[in-house]
């Protein structure tokens, strides 16, 4: 069974192209290495990215979509948002831009 950090607030983040990501928890009663914990449904906002698809039409990411979710561990209801290698910058128009870079993820609390 692998497991893998449960991502909060504080965890640092890039999308593909660099551009740092501000997470956005709903959570508002369980901290996590004092950090609110992502839920299911979070995201993470991105401005400021370059990111363009041929024939230059510019796709910055704005969004992040993270798509691995505990099915073991739920906060306030909801499942917790973990680490994965299949996160990814999103632009307005749903056009992923790559996969998110970690800079920084807390490894107190890991889940399945």
């Known amino acids: 069974m692998m497991v893998f950090p449960i991502l909060t607030q ?10 740092p990501a501000m997470m956005q928890p709903s959570a508002t009663k ?17 401005a400021g990215c370059p ?11 704005t969004t992040s979509k993270f798509a691995t979710l505990s099915g073991k561990v739920f906060i306030e209801g909801k499942p917790a948002v973990l680490q994965g ?4 910058g999103i632009s307005a128009e ?15 609390v890991i889940a399945s």
């Open 30 to 46: 369980v901290l996590i290495d004092n950090g609110l914990p992502m839920l299911a449904g979070d995201l993470a906002s991105i």
């Open 85 to 88: 290698v299949a996160d990814l």
């Open 51 to 61: 990111f363009t698809v041929p024939p230059g039409k510019p796709q910055p990411c």
């Open 10 to 19: 504080l965890t640092q983040l890039q999308c593909p192209h660099g551009i």
């Open 94 to 108: 749903q056009i992923p831009g790559g996969p998110l870079i970690y800079a920084l993820v807390q490894a107190k």
